[in-house]
């Protein structure tokens, strides 16, 4: 069998972004309806489109099991199955499409496929977390479809400051030979 091993390298950058994800989650401000606002899908989005596709999804199924299994890496140093199964849980849950969309974006030199395939990632991230909050709340669709739109801003403005600094990143651990 030839399996491609992964690097210490590779090893070590999945982990720091784990890490960087957690802090960013607990960057949070408590909003109506109990789902707050995080940088969370920020530090995913970044993740996705600095290591690629499958280091940034390895990255967020690392960071989604950690806190599957009850480490306090979600918002407000929270874990557990029951946050993955809540009211919240649909975001975690398509937290890794979100490091596959940045990744696939990242592929070519182009913020404006950049930003195209993060708001197609965000928009699958947002889809999931309405359906997950209107089954869990017994809310309806276009109730919790509204309720989950006052975070439109603030992820254009995610995307948008991962989409200009993206390239200064990876330049700047190419440079300092940390990546490849």
Same mark, same amino acid.
């Given at each position: 069998?030839?399996?491609?091993?992964?690097?210490?390298?590779?090893?070590?950058?999945?982990?720091?972004?784990?890490?960087?994800? @957690?802090?960013?989650?607990?960057?949070?401000?408590?909003?109506?309806?109990?789902?707050?606002?995080?940088?969370?899908?920020?530090?995913?989005?970044?993740? %996705?489109?600095?290591?690629?596709?499958?280091?940034?999804?390895?990255?967020?199924?690392?960071?989604? @099991?950690?806190? @599957?299994?009850?480490?306090?890496?979600?918002?407000?140093?929270?874990?557990?199955?029951?946050?993955?199964? %809540?009211?919240?849980?649909?975001?975690?849950?398509?937290?890794?499409?979100?490091?596959?969309?940045?990744?696939?974006?990242?592929?070519?030199?182009?913020?404006?496929?950049?930003?195209?395939?993060?708001?197609?990632?965000?928009?699958?991230?947002?889809?999931?977390?309405?359906?997950?909050?209107?089954?869990?709340?017994?809310?309806?669709?276009?109730?919790?479809?509204?309720?989950?739109?006052?975070?439109?801003?603030?992820?254009?403005?995610?995307?948008?400051?991962?989409? @200009?600094?993206?390239?200064?990143?990876?330049?700047?651990?190419?440079?300092?030979?940390?990546?490849?």
């Amino acid at each position: 069998m030839n399996s491609k091993k992964m690097s210490i390298r590779d090893l070590s950058y999945i982990s720091i972004f784990t890490a960087i994800i @957690a802090v960013c989650a607990q960057i949070s401000i408590p909003m109506p309806y109990g789902v707050p606002l995080t940088l969370q899908t920020f530090a995913i989005m970044l993740a %996705g489109a600095v290591l690629g596709i499958k280091n940034g999804t390895i990255t967020t199924l690392l960071y989604v @099991a950690l806190g @599957a299994v009850g480490a306090p890496v979600f918002s407000l140093f929270t874990g557990g199955m029951g946050i993955v199964l %809540g009211p919240t849980g649909g975001f975690i849950l398509s937290f890794p499409l979100l490091a596959v969309a940045a990744g696939i974006g990242a592929r070519k030199d182009s913020r404006l496929w950049l930003t195209l395939w993060i708001a197609a990632g965000t928009a699958v991230n947002y889809a999931s977390g309405i359906l997950m909050y209107s089954i869990v709340t017994s809310s309806s669709l276009p109730s919790s479809f509204f309720i989950m739109m006052q975070f439109v801003p603030t992820e254009v403005l995610k995307i948008i400051v991962v989409v @200009a600094s993206v390239k200064v990143i990876k330049q700047a651990l190419i440079k300092s030979g940390a990546l490849v």
